[in-house]
């Protein structure tokens, strides 16, 4: 111990911080990558385009392929519209082809007359907050049956419904979804909020030409169980 303490003593105050902090971590940070949610090929509605979330690159395989802002659509510069904190709609009514900043294909989407979808049903929605040495909090929707075909992510807004605070995206026929983390590995897109226990919040689903659903009615989240 003693040891230890004199080579910490010794050692330059900045590389000190250093190995302090990475043995506090419980990981590296994972950075987010823009990835695209609508499935390729996919029929876009009049008005819809692809939608595109910034999701955690945990397998550190996808390259890196800039902001949405940066894309383009059919060789012109891509119109992007903020849905939620780290999800946004890229305008392509199709058939078109969307390219990242360096020119490779991302996306291809053609025009269709998909269905808007109904409001989500919902069973609960649990928030959860571990209390261990590395602590991580969590949300979680319960749906009350499969998701719908055609949605690609679920929005949490506030009580108002009026300002979205996070999202999750949805997979397969899973009844659950996953709407917030925080656990110290990965950034959360600028104005993510956490739900906490007691609020109230109002969820949407989006479908795959970048629509919102009609506001769920408001649940009130309750405390899970780490």
């Known amino acids: 111990m003693l040891r230890a303490v004199a080579l910490s003593l010794s050692l330059p105050l900045s590389l000190s911080l250093s190995l302090s902090m990475a043995a506090a971590s419980p990981c590296a940070l994972v950075e987010n990558h823009a990835t695209v949610l609508t499935p390729d090929g996919a029929a876009i509605a009049d008005g819809g385009g692809v939608v595109v979330g910034s999701a955690p690159d945990y397998a550190r395989e996808h390259p890196d392929r800039g902001e949405p802002s940066s894309w383009k659509v059919g060789g012109k510069a891509a119109k992007v519209t903020h849905v939620a904190p780290g999800l946004d709609v890229v305008a392509a009514t199709g058939p078109a082809t969307v390219t990242a900043g360096d020119g490779k294909a991302i996306a291809s989407v053609k025009h269709g007359s998909p269905a808007a979808l109904d409001a989500p049903t919902l069973s609960a929605v649990t928030s959860t907050t571990s209390q261990t040495r590395h602590p991580w909090t969590r949300v979680d929707v319960a749906l009350a049956g499969d998701p719908p075909a055609g949605a690609v992510a679920l929005v949490v807004f506030d009580g108002t419904g009026k300002t979205a605070r996070s999202w999750g995206a949805v997979t397969g026929n899973a009844r659950s979804v996953v709407v917030f983390t925080q656990n110290g590995c990965e950034r959360e897109p600028d104005g993510t909020r956490m739900t906490s226990p007691d609020e109230q919040v109002e969820l949407a689903w989006l ?15 309750t405390a899970g169980k780490p």
Request: charged content about 20%; cysteine-free; hydrophobic content about 45%.
């Open 207 to 221: 479908d795959a030409s970048g629509r919102l659903s009609k506001l769920s009615a408001a649940v009130t989240a």
